[in-house]
């Protein structure tokens, strides 16, 4: 089957099967190497070395990054390379009412940045996590964020760009796919990202079920999840390493949102977050969990166990990186990648050009 019937195959379940059966595109998220400082360039020459038919430039270092004329260099060496090109901005939300003018702003900017790179998406957020969610609940959250996407609705479709909202570690699926029909699926989807949904006590596997309909792009990230005295522990490791099934995961993929690109998203070096699920208090921000999801989340980690191999921890809790410990990071980061994508060729058998 040639790669342009797999992309041209229709968004969701209704996909032909002769795209299902087909390679899935693969490429990796350059947020996973950013401690080897490399310039756009140098990403997208690695990621052409790795033999691999797609790149996610996130959070890009370069120092021409908001020069329109680099953003067209971009594009072009992108196409010279044979890499399908996906870029995005920050968090959507602001903090407080004083703070919207400037949000608003900047996601046009990220949308335009998109646009002249020649990205079909551009990433967005609600909030890093739930803890740095604004003052307010779920719900007024959910009714702010569609106001603010459906302001950039026509700016987004007369660039042929679709704002990707990243399933990170403030929303529930469900919490998600409510801000994803609120504002239009016309104009906006779902980045489903593996690794988030761990950290809001939701198995990965059922984020998929929820919102693989919405998929505009998909990222894979493992995660150990196990039972903890204080609750359940959770930790990102390599693809492959964790408790995830991600046979099946990909499997599910190729039902549901089967003409998307998969990156290869491994961030590492974090310690083990533990949901302290005794402590009354902390079910407040999870008020509406339902009980079936939870327990869910909790026969995951009845399967799931510690992390045993090596990890240079390089998250040290806004204590900036020692010199002497980037070579270490740096290595680490660039092994736990290609021991990721091998994973992924070999197991999953993800990549055309592989």
């Known amino acids: 089957m040639e790669r342009r019937t797999f992309l041209g195959g229709a968004m969701g379940a209704g996909a032909a099967a002769a795209s299902i059966a087909g390679p899935i595109p693969m490429g990796l998220n350059t947020y996973c190497l950013r401690s080897l400082r490399w310039n756009d360039a140098q990403l997208l020459d690695y990621c052409a070395s790795q033999r691999l038919d797609a790149i996610f430039l996130q959070d890009s270092q370069d120092p021409k990054r908001d020069d329109?004329?680099?953003?067209?260099?971009?594009?072009?060496?992108?196409?010279?390379?044979?890499?399908?090109?996906?870029?995005?901005?920050?968090s959507l939300l602001p903090r407080n009412a004083s703070e919207m003018d400037a949000k608003i702003a900047l996601l046009r900017r990220n949308i335009e940045r998109a646009a002249g790179m020649g990205s079909p998406l551009v990433r967005s957020l609600l909030a890093s996590d739930r803890a740095s969610l604004p003052p307010g609940t779920?719900?007024?959250?959910?009714?702010?964020?569609?106001?603010?996407?459906?302001?950039?609705?026509?700016?987004?479709?007369?660039?042929?760009?679709?704002?990707?909202?990243?399933?990170?570690?403030?929303?529930?699926?469900?919490?998600?796919?409510?801000?994803?029909?609120?504002?239009?699926?016309?104009?906006?989807?779902?980045?489903?990202?593996?690794?988030?949904?761990?950290?809001?006590?939701?198995?990965?596997?059922?984020?998929?079920?929820?919102?693989?309909?919405?998929?505009?792009?998909?990222?894979?990230?493992?995660?150990?999840?196990?039972?903890?005295?204080?609750?359940?522990?959770?930790?990102?490791v390599p693809l492959g390493e964790g408790t995830i099934d991600f046979p099946a995961i990909v499997r599910k993929a190729r039902e549901v949102c089967s003409n998307v690109h998969i990156f290869i998203k491994p961030?590492?070096?974090?310690?083990?977050?533990?949901?302290?699920?005794?402590?009354?208090?902390?079910?407040?921000?999870?008020?509406?969990?339902?009980?079936?999801?939870?327990?869910?989340?909790?026969?995951?980690?009845?399967?799931?166990?510690?992390?045993?191999?090596?990890?240079?921890?390089?998250?040290?809790?806004?204590?900036?990186?020692?010199?002497?410990?980037?070579?270490?990071?740096?290595?680490?980061?660039?092994d736990h990648m290609e021991r990721s994508i091998g994973y992924a060729r070999k197991t999953l058998g993800l990549g055309v050009r592989s």
């Open 267 to 334: 961030i590492t070096g974090r310690p083990p977050y533990v949901h302290p699920i005794f402590d009354a208090a902390y079910w407040a921000e999870y008020a509406e969990v339902r009980a079936a999801d939870f327990a869910r989340f909790l026969a995951l980690a009845k399967k799931g166990r510690p992390y045993e191999g090596h990890v240079v921890i390089e998250d040290l809790q806004n204590v900036p990186t020692p010199a002497h410990f980037l070579p270490a990071i740096q290595f680490q980061q660039r």
């Open 138 to 236: 779920i719900a007024q959250h959910v009714e702010t964020a569609v106001k603010m996407l459906r302001m950039v609705r026509t700016q987004a479709m007369d660039s042929g760009v679709k704002v990707a909202i990243e399933v990170h570690k403030d929303l529930q699926a469900r919490e998600h796919a409510q801000v994803v029909e609120g504002a239009g699926r016309e104009f906006v989807g779902t980045y489903l990202d593996t690794g988030n949904p761990v950290f809001v006590m939701e198995d990965p596997m059922q984020t998929l079920e929820v919102l693989g309909k919405y998929a505009l792009t998909v990222h894979l990230r493992d995660s150990v999840v196990y039972e903890h005295p204080k609750g359940i522990a959770v930790q990102w």
């Open 68 to 90: 329109p004329a680099h953003w067209k260099w971009v594009r072009g060496r992108a196409k010279e390379l044979g890499l399908h090109l996906e870029t995005g901005g920050s």
